[in-house]
């Protein structure tokens, strides 16, 4: 079983909806939360990040964290066609000496349709 | 400001041949990570460096390390080079412990 599990979908809305990502994960150790968007040919871009659980909103997005359930949430409001790409959960453990260790979802590819 | 820069953008290589990939990190992070990423294991953790020492490495065999320069610069190597090399490398930068990572658009090695 993997640590971080994603649907990778493809996930097809039109645009205006609302769409909720998820990803859910095993290790209790796990404190810094992180949604990224990556278009094709391009690296991944820092969308939202969280230390431990909560809510934080930048603009149209909202990140949750329920470390109880371990589960993650990213929600956008107001979908674009430029909202269109893959959309990676990432999560790591402080481990010694400060290192950090990105775990990733697979992705979930997202199509807004006009 | 200038964002994480990787070079050479694409690689094509011979199996058994070697390959060095370079990253500059954002201006003032000392924090840089190697990722792999392929479609069917997505993004794998290689190893991160902190003023030029390693202090997490992931679960790829010898033929894969790095080290990274004190200007933060940093290198990764594959030596003896295989078909399953294939894949888009990513490299990362982070300020700091408890900052998210900010990614380079990646070169991506195809071995032929």
């Known amino acids: 079983q993997k640590e971080v599990e994603q649907d990778p979908g493809p996930l097809s809305v039109p645009e205006g909806a609302i769409v909720s990502l998820n990803c859910t994960y095993s290790n209790s150790a796990f404190q810094y939360f992180m949604w990224y968007r990556q278009y094709s040919r391009k690296g991944p871009e820092l969308l939202m990040y969280?230390?431990?659980?909560g809510n934080k909103e930048d603009g149209r997005f909202t990140a949750q964290v329920d470390k109880s359930s371990k589960y993650i949430s990213l929600f956008i409001r107001d979908s674009q066609p430029s909202d269109s790409a893959t959309y990676l959960c990432a999560m790591s453990a402080e481990g010694n000496q400060g290192a950090q260790k990105l775990v990733f979802g697979q992705g979930t590819r997202l199509t807004i349709n006009p | 400001k200038a964002g994480v820069t990787q070079t050479p953008r694409y690689l094509i290589k011979t199996r058994g041949q070697q390959v060095t990939l370079s990253c500059s990190p954002i201006s003032g992070h000392r924090s840089v990570s190697w990722y792999q990423q392929t479609p069917g294991q997505g993004l794998q953790f290689l190893f991160e460096y902190f003023s030029e020492t390693q202090r997490n490495k992931g679960n790829f065999p010898g033929r894969f390390s790095g080290r990274q320069f004190s200007n933060s610069r940093s290198e990764m190597n594959v030596s003896t080079l295989e078909l399953g090399d294939s894949a888009l490398y990513l490299c990362a930068s982070s300020l700091r412990t408890g900052y998210g990572y900010t990614f380079g658009s990646g070169t991506r090695l195809t071995v032929v």
């Open positions: 969280t230390y431990s659980s």
